[in-house]
């Protein structure tokens, strides 16, 4: 007769396996109800302020803070920007005139003069903005450039006919083609040169409220102020244009922009 021993040692070893599989299903239900639980979760202390309170422009959204920083500080001295409403209320009536600093809402005002380097884009940037009133200018340049008075470069006789040239032929002439050969990019580039659009941007002051982060804050002109100067006044243009509408987008680029730049427009304009 065999010996039962091993079937015993066998039956042995099979129930202690299993037993930490049995001890497993309570810690499992537990883990379950932590899950679910409906216990409300602390909040971090970056949510105990007054952040919400305070609109965009002034402050970094708290979500969008790293707990610590990943760079080394730049060198050099530190480039402060303008906080200052007052500051920048003045800088929009000495471009839009009396009371420019009521034309659009104060977020927008902010938005219109801060560059994307500024907070890493945190607080919003005016991009947007200056693509639509780099547009508006564009078509009101090419609208005073048409319009302007060209210098005659074909013969007339004494009735203002044009001449025949050599071969016999004669251009077709027409008053409303008199300023096509003005409309030519190189014209155009001249009009909208940066330089001329950075002094007018310093003579309304907004080189003083323009937020931005320069490269070095040691070389202003090495940095792109320029391109940021000139993105600014293009912001302006296409904030107006989106609060106000186009008819007064367009008198301002022409009042504002164009007419310092040396072109006249006619009072009933547009």
Known sequence: MASKRPLRALVSTATSSLRPTQASAPSLARASARAFSTTTPSRGPEYDTDAADRPRWQQTPPRMVAPFRTRPLPKGPAFKVNDDPRRLDDAYIRMLGPRGDKLLSDEVKWLAVTHKSFDHGRRGFNDRL??????????????????????????????????????????????????LP????????????????????????????????????????????????????????????????????NKVTQDKILAPLGFTFSTNSS
Request: glycine letters at 12%; hydrophobic letters at 35%.
């Open 182 to 249: 003005g409309l030519t990019h190189e014209s155009k580039d001249r009009v909208l040169d940066k330089t001329r659009l950075v002094g007018l941007a310093e003579r309304y002051g907004l080189d003083k409220v323009t937020r931005w982060k320069p490269k070095r804050t040691d070389n202003l002109q090495g940095s792109g102020i320029e391109s940021v100067l000139s993105t600014s006044l293009y912001a302006i243009i296409g904030a107006i244009a989106l609060e106000r509408g186009g008819e007064v987008a």
């Open 130 to 179: 200056a693509f639509l009133g780099r547009r508006i200018v564009s078509l009101q340049t090419s609208e005073a450039l048409l319009n302007s008075p060209q210098a005659e470069t074909w013969p007339r006789d004494a009735n203002g006919r044009p001449l025949p040239d050599q071969y016999g032929r004669a251009p077709f002439m027409h008053p409303a083609l008199g300023g």
